[in-house]
Nanobody
Framework: EVQLVESGGGLVQAGGSLRLSCAAS????????IGWFRQAAGKEREGVVC????????YYADSVKGRFTISSDNAKNTAYLQMNSLKPEDTAVYYCAGGGGGYGSTCLGWASYDFWGQGTQVTVSS
C-alpha cells in the first residue's frame, strides 16, 4: 500500500523554524516527482516547492524562495521541508505529494501527483 505520512507541524512564532518530514512507503519516493504544497483556510492549494520527475530540477514558489528548502534522504525514503524565517502568512495545512509524473515547473501543480500525505498544520503567530 502506498502511504505518505507527514510529521513536524506545529505552532511557532514569526521568525522561527520548522522542519516537516514526509515518510513514503509502497514506492520509491525519489523515482518520481516530489512536491510540498500548502492550503490556507479559505484559499486554493498552492505549490510551495518541488523536484521534477524528468530532470531532478528544483522549483520554488516566489513567496518562499530563500526561506524554505526541500531535501530527501533516499535511504529513509523520506522527504523534508526546512522552513526558516516563518511568517504569519505561511500559516496553512502543508501536504507532501509523491508519484509526480510532470516535467519542469509543472511539478508545482497539484494535478501532477498520484499520492498525497494527510497534511500537517503549521501555524505562525505574530
Amino acid at each position: 500500500e502506498v502511504q505518505l505520512v507527514e510529521s513536524g507541524g506545529g505552532l511557532v512564532q514569526a521568525g522561527g523554524s520548522l522542519r516537516l518530514s514526509c515518510a513514503a512507503s509502497g514506492f520509491t519516493f525519489v523515482d518520481y516527482g516530489i512536491g510540498w504544497f500548502r492550503q490556507a483556510a479559505g484559499k486554493e492549494r498552492e505549490g510551495v516547492v518541488c523536484i521534477s520527475n524528468s530532470a531532478g530540477s528544483t522549483y520554488y514558489a516566489d513567496s518562499v524562495k530563500g526561506r524554505f528548502t526541500i531535501s530527501s534522504d533516499n535511504a529513509k525514503n523520506t522527504a523534508y521541508l526546512q522552513m526558516n524565517s516563518l511568517k504569519p502568512e505561511d500559516t496553512a495545512v502543508y501536504y507532501c505529494a509523491g508519484g509526480g509524473g510532470g516535467y519542469g515547473s509543472t511539478c508545482l501543480g497539484w494535478a501532477s501527483y498520484d499520492f498525497w500525505g494527510q497534511g500537517t498544520q503549521v501555524t505562525v503567530s505574530s
